[in-house]
Structure formats: C-alpha cells, structure tokens
C-alpha cells in the first residue's frame, strides 16, 4: 500500500508541473515535508543538495532520494516510475500531435505566457529553502557572488561546487581546532586554580 501511496505522490507531481525540476521543488515540498511528512525539513535540504550536484534531473535524483530513505531500493524504483511515467507520456503526446500544431500563434502565446508563471514556480521554493537554510541579510552576498561568478564570469559551476565542499571542509578542520584549543586552555586553567 505505501509503495501506491509512492507511486500516486510522484506521479501526481510529474504530471501537474510545467518547468522542469525546479520548477517541481515546492511540489516536493509540499507532498514529502509537509503532508506525507517522510523528511524533516533538514533532510529535504541536504537531500536536495546531493540530487543537485549528482548527474541527472533534479527531479529524478529527488524523488530516487525521498524513496530509498523511506523503501530502500524499491521505493527508489518506485518513485523514480512515479516521477518519470508523466513526462514520458508527456513526450510522447506532444512528439505525435505537437509537431503539426507548434508553429500555429496561439500555441505560441500559450508557451510564452507560461513562462513568467514557472519563474515564480522556481523562485519561491528558493526563498523557502534559503530562508530554512539560515540564508540571512548578512550571509546573501554568498549566493549573490556564485550567480556572478557562473552568469558573468562563466564559472563552471562543478568548480564553485568543488570550492564549496573545499571551503566547508576547511572551515570543520579549523572549528575543530579551535574547539580543541579552548578546551586545553580551560582545562589548563583547571588545574592551576587547583
């Protein structure tokens, strides 16, 4: 029953959000965090940043993620059918009827129009997470500076994801030897008070 439950809330989120990936985060959102409640908060961030930086569709690497940590490797299968059937279907309809139709002008207007409605889609959850994720008036010159680094500089953005793991392990080690610094120094202290 539960591998259904899977399947349905998958399905339901590939075949309702025009976009993209991005465009299905508050989606994922909504269904795994809040209503189904198989991830905390912290987990769905840290597991979005594993499906971002893995090869492949965000919104594949998400749902393989959210079902292997409720199902194992089933769930896994399970959700990736859930989050995969509709697009493929999707594909296949436009393929076949799509290609007579796409020069005509409404058909145009119609994908323009949907356009600034999947910017929000993207934007919104990405507000939602930074905000999660302790993003802050003092720390928002850091995404601020990799959008530069990638939009005008040309960056890789393997290169700024490289950095950051460097950077965050390089920030644990010095932590750490502070932490071990102070605690020497107290106990030091300790016992010449004794």
Same mark, same amino acid.
């Given at each position: 029953?539960?591998?259904?439950?899977?399947? %349905? #809330?998958?399905?339901?989120?590939?075949? &309702?959000?025009?976009?993209?990936?991005?465009?299905?985060?508050?989606?994922?959102?909504?269904?795994?965090? =809040?209503?189904?409640?198989?991830?905390?908060?912290?987990? &769905?961030?840290?597991?979005?940043?594993?499906?971002?930086?893995?090869?492949?569709?965000?919104?594949?690497?998400?749902?393989?993620?959210?079902? /292997?940590?409720?199902?194992?490797?089933?769930?896994?299968?399970?959700?990736?059918?859930?989050?995969?059937?509709?697009?493929?279907?999707?594909?296949?309809?436009?393929? /076949? @009827?799509?290609?007579?139709?796409?020069?005509?002008?409404?058909?145009?207007?119609?994908?323009?129009?949907?356009?600034?409605?999947?910017?929000?889609?993207?934007?919104?959850?990405?507000?939602?997470?930074?905000? #999660?994720?302790? @993003? #802050?008036?003092?720390?928002?010159?850091?995404?601020?500076?990799?959008?530069?680094?990638?939009? @005008?500089?040309?960056? #890789?953005?393997? /290169?700024?994801?490289?950095?950051?793991?460097?950077?965050?392990? %390089?920030?644990?080690?010095? =932590? =750490?030897?502070?932490?071990?610094?102070?605690?020497?120094?107290?106990?030091?202290?300790?016992?010449? =008070?004794?």
């Amino acid at each position: 029953m539960f591998y259904f439950q899977l399947f %349905c #809330s998958f399905f339901k989120i590939g075949a &309702f959000t025009l976009g993209g990936g991005y465009a299905m985060l508050p989606l994922f959102q909504r269904e795994v965090v =809040e209503k189904k409640r198989w991830l905390q908060e912290k987990e &769905f961030l840290e597991m979005l940043a594993i499906a971002q930086s893995s090869p492949g569709p965000i919104a594949l690497n998400t749902a393989i993620f959210v079902g /292997y940590k409720t199902k194992g490797v089933m769930g896994s299968v399970v959700a990736g059918l859930g989050i995969i059937l509709p697009s493929f279907g999707a594909i296949l309809l436009i393929v /076949y @009827l799509f290609t007579d139709y796409k020069d005509q002008p409404g058909v145009e207007r119609a994908f323009k129009g949907i356009r600034p409605a999947v910017v929000a889609l993207i934007v919104a959850p990405l507000w939602k997470m930074g905000k #999660s994720a302790g @993003l #802050s008036w003092k720390t928002l010159w850091l995404p601020i500076a990799v959008v530069l680094l990638i939009a @005008l500089v040309g960056v #890789s953005p393997v /290169y700024v994801i490289l950095g950051t793991i460097l950077t965050a392990l %390089c920030t644990a080690l010095l =932590e =750490e030897r502070i932490l071990k610094r102070r605690e020497k120094g107290d106990s030091n202290r300790g016992g010449r =008070e004794r």
